[in-house]
């Protein structure tokens, strides 16, 4: 039976079987949301820290317990030449939903950290998403963006490739219409106040770091 989307409602986070979230911000904002969907054995780590899914999304291969144990409705996506991250987040797409909070694709293996920071560039233009970590949250940002801040906030830009102008407002350092000389030089910005603005004339990556 195929779920109905009417009943998945936002905020959205979409859950996933890396580092279980252990930050405050990360499990406020598990807590303030109104619908969870899991990807594959995240259910399991979801349902660890006391909540419980309202869709099992991918292969289904890393669930602890047989499929029929868990009392949600589940989808098998069966694509091997894609991750469970990007099936769910076409499954996702197709039907509609396009804000989503994205909780437990970061702290495991390094090399899906890489793919879900690329899997995240590569929906940016179809999807609004906003990654969560242990230590920040990322987005990636294209042209005017505004974004929330304290003073002393740790912001890092980072851009995949050299043909990108960048200006900013509220930063320590600014930029103005100008490219990073160098993978690190946008590393370890700092807020100044309550509020940044970001200009990009593409797409690039910005970590929000969390308060310690």
Not at 22 to 30: E, N, Q, Y
Not at 185 to 199: F, K, M, P, T
Request: glycine fraction near 8%.
């Amino acid at each position: 039976m195929s779920p109905d989307i009417l009943q998945f409602k936002t905020p959205t986070i979409l859950f996933g079987n890396g580092a279980t979230p252990t930050h405050p911000a990360v499990l406020k904002k598990i807590s303030e949301a109104n619908s969870i969907l899991c990807v594959d054995g995240g259910t399991d780590k979801l349902e660890k820290i006391g909540y419980y899914p309202d869709l099992i999304l991918g292969d289904l291969d890393s669930l602890i317990y047989d499929p029929g144990k868990y009392e949600c409705d589940l989808i098998h996506l069966d694509d091997q030449s894609r991750t469970d991250l990007e099936k769910s987040l076409e499954w996702c797409f197709s039907r509609g939903i396009k804000d989503l909070s994205l909780v437990g694709f970061s702290g495991g293996r390094d090399d899906h950290t890489v793919a879900v920071l690329r899997t995240l560039l590569s929906y940016a233009h179809r999807m609004n998403l906003i990654l969560y970590s242990n230590y920040s949250t990322v987005q990636c940002v294209k042209d005017d963006a505004s974004f929330n801040t304290f003073p002393g906030q740790i912001i890092s830009i980072i851009h995949p490739n050299e043909n990108i102008k960048i200006t900013t407002q509220g930063l320590k350092f600014p930029l103005n219409n100008s490219g990073l000389n160098s993978p690190g030089h946008g590393i370890s910005n700092v807020a100044e106040g309550d509020q940044c603005s970001i200009r990009s004339t593409e797409w690039v990556w910005v970590f929000f770091n969390f308060a310690e």
